[in-house]
Structures are given as structure tokens and as C-alpha cells.
């Protein structure tokens, strides 16, 4: 059970925006390598059993199933760009390597 920690102002944006999280795994990636990289973002799940649930300080966090913390914490900051650009931040994973070895997209983790 991972312990989610918010700071006050990421706190103060999810309050005012539904209440609701979802921390999922994306792809990134170029033509040689990409990663499994934690994203978050407002809102609920559409398949809410392939996250695990947390609610903290009346924020409810989903987490996909498909994420590796690295320890105990899950951190989520707020930033912004000139004010107007707002975005939520979530540190606390693993970040996942994988290497295009042939044309034919096989994957190898090269992180293990």
C-alpha cells in the first residue's frame, strides 16, 4: 500500500477541479527506445478495476495496476507556466526502458 502524498497547492487545484485523480502509465518514445512513464491527470477511471484506490486529505486517487512504485511515498506537485499553463507532477515510480531490438518491434527491457 503506497502512502500518496500531496502538496498544498497540487491539493488546493484537485480540490477545486472534482476532487478526483487518476495516476496511469503512458508511453513515450523515440525510434530506438521508449518508456512506461507515470502520467496524472483530473477525473475517474473508466475501468476503475484496473487501479487501486486511495483517499487522502478528501482527494480520491486512482493508481493503474500497471505502475511500479519504487518505494512507499507517490509525491504529486503542482507547476505552472506563467500562470496559465497548470499541470499536476507524480514522482515515485519506476521508470520502465525498452529498446526496439528488429523491424519487428520486439522489445527488450534494458533497465533490468
Given amino acids: 500500500m503506497a502512502n500518496i502524498i500531496i502538496d498544498l497547492k497540487a491539493r488546493e487545484y484537485i480540490l ?5 485523480l487518476i495516476i496511469e502509465k503512458i508511453k513515450s518514445g523515440g ?3 521508449s518508456a ?6 483530473l477525473g475517474e477511471p473508466e475501468m ?3 487501479f487501486d484506490f486511495y483517499e487522502t486529505d478528501s482527494v480520491k486517487v486512482y493508481v493503474s495496476k500497471n505502475l511500479k512504485p519504487k518505494g512507499n ?23 520502465i526502458w525498452v529498446r526496439l ?6 522489445k527488450s527491457a534494458i533497465n533490468k
Fill in 31 to 33: 525510434c530506438w527506445t
Fill in 73 to 95: 511515498d507517490i509525491h504529486i506537485r503542482f507547476s505552472s507556466f506563467l500562470g496559465i499553463f497548470k499541470n499536476l507532477d507524480v514522482f515515485g515510480f519506476e521508470i
Fill in 101 to 106: 531490438t528488429s523491424k519487428l518491434n520486439v
Fill in 16 to 20: 477545486q477541479n472534482g476532487k478526483t
Fill in 36 to 41: 512506461a512513464l507515470p502520467k496524472v491527470r
Fill in 48 to 50: 476503475k478495476k484496473d
